[in-house]
């Protein structure tokens, strides 16, 4: 029952810096998303994924970039990392996109820019 | 954008009171769910509500969507330590996205 997957769960990063926070879920879902959530906060939606090779923009989406070559993944990059990044970063999908169909998430990958 | 607030933005209560969150929007909700965050773990879904009215109950938790469908409300009977977390409601907004609260950060004392 892996479900949603992230990796990493830490990471610090020095200003400038790039990474890719990896996405992977086993649930055959075409819908993903990537949130974060800064301290005390709810959701921000960053960039989201209908199916494989569609992604599109949400609330926040400067300063990163998504793919979608496949179904099972849904990575996110950070180019230029800045401390306004510094965030909780949560990777979520689901199986229809419908008004009532739950998100399932993955347990998140902390990230510190310093 | 629809906004959804949520209050109140902190609850701190003694094991076994009761207590209710809300969740409010400028626009009429399309569907509404509820999610509840623990320490360092993602979102885990409550319950869905559809229609105006509806109410659910899931053990000691009661949820109710407004009649216009525009705010909803959690109750807790007696609350445990184990419901200590961040209560959040979504929206879908008619689209693929889910669109998150503000969220209420609950805890209970032992």
């Known amino acids: 029952n892996a479900g949603v997957t992230q990796t990493p769960k830490f990471r610090i990063l020095k200003i400038g810096q790039s990474m890719t926070l990896q996405c992977a879920q086993d649930?055959?879902?075409?819908?993903m998303y990537w949130y974060r959530q800064d301290p005390g906060m709810g959701l921000k939606l960053i960039y989201y994924?209908?199916?494989?090779?569609?992604?599109d923009k949400g609330e926040v989406p400067n300063g990163y970039n998504v793919s979608r070559s496949t179904t099972e993944d849904f990575p996110l990059r950070l180019e230029l990392a800045a401390p306004s990044q510094t965030s909780v970063y949560f990777c979520?999908?689901?199986?229809?996109?419908?008004?009532?169909?739950?998100?399932?998430f993955g347990q998140g990958t902390r990230l510190t820019v310093v | 954008t629809q906004l959804l607030e949520q209050s109140p933005q902190f609850l701190s209560i003694q094991e076994g009171e009761n207590l209710t969150v809300y969740c409010n929007s400028s626009?009429?909700?399309?569907?509404l769910q509820w999610y509840r965050q623990e320490p360092g773990e993602g979102p885990v879904l409550l319950v869905t509500?559809?229609?105006?009215?509806e109410v659910k109950k899931l053990k000691r938790l009661t949820f109710q969507f407004g009649d216009a469908r525009k705010d909803s409300s959690l109750h807790i009977t007696a609350a445990q330590p184990g419901d200590t977390g961040l209560y959040l409601c979504?929206?879908?907004?008619?689209?693929?996205?889910?669109?998150f609260g503000t969220g209420t950060r609950l805890k209970v004392l032992a």
């Open positions: 979520a999908s689901n199986d229809r996109g419908a008004l009532d169909s739950e998100a399932f």
């Open positions: 649930m055959n879902h075409n819908y």
């Open positions: 994924s209908v199916g494989a090779g569609i992604t």
């Open positions: 626009s009429v909700f399309s569907s």
């Open positions: 509500v559809v229609t105006g009215g």
């Open positions: 979504a929206e879908t907004s008619g689209t693929y996205k889910y669109i």
